[in-house]
């Protein structure tokens, strides 16, 4: 599994915040792709999942079947040695524990991706309820 630098960690966390094209931009042409794959496949974009399978990023795709609740895909990846990556994957759910472990082995920019990613899904279901409980409102 490749390492990342601080500000590739920034860009896709402005990636994940903004829908920023300048990040997207900036990961391609710096050679991260994969990172704006694994956000757009985490997105639902079924291609990007594909190229992560296809070019070599098993351990990223892994995180984004294990996001969206496959949990075969996190005993893979603890399996295989990327316990990082599981404890990210927890960490975006909220896990307490998962966080702590990112913090006592120095994954700092892990750390930030699953604060930006669990924000970004309680906007969305937040979103989703106001809808729900606006739905037939003549008002909203």
């Known amino acids: 599994m490749r390492t990342y630098d601080k500000e590739t960690f920034a860009r896709l966390c402005k990636l994940i915040q903004q829908e920023d094209e300048e990040s997207r931009n900036w990961l391609m042409n710096n050679g991260y792709r994969e990172l704006a794959e694994f956000w757009d496949a985490i997105d639902g974009v079924e291609k990007s999942f594909s190229w992560l399978m296809e070019n070599g990023h098993r351990p990223l795709a892994a995180a984004v079947d294990a996001i969206s609740g496959n949990d075969k895909a ?40 699953a604060k930006e990613i669990s924000q970004k899904e309680k906007k969305k279901e937040k979103n989703f309820f106001a809808r729900l409980f606006n739905f037939g409102n003549p008002f909203s």
Not at 81 to 108: H, K, M, T
């Open 74 to 113: 996190k005993v893979w990846l603890l399996q295989s040695g990327y316990r990082q990556i599981a404890a990210f994957v927890d960490a975006c759910s909220g896990s307490a524990s998962a966080v702590n472990w990112l913090v006592q082995n120095r994954e700092p920019g892990w750390i930030m991706v």
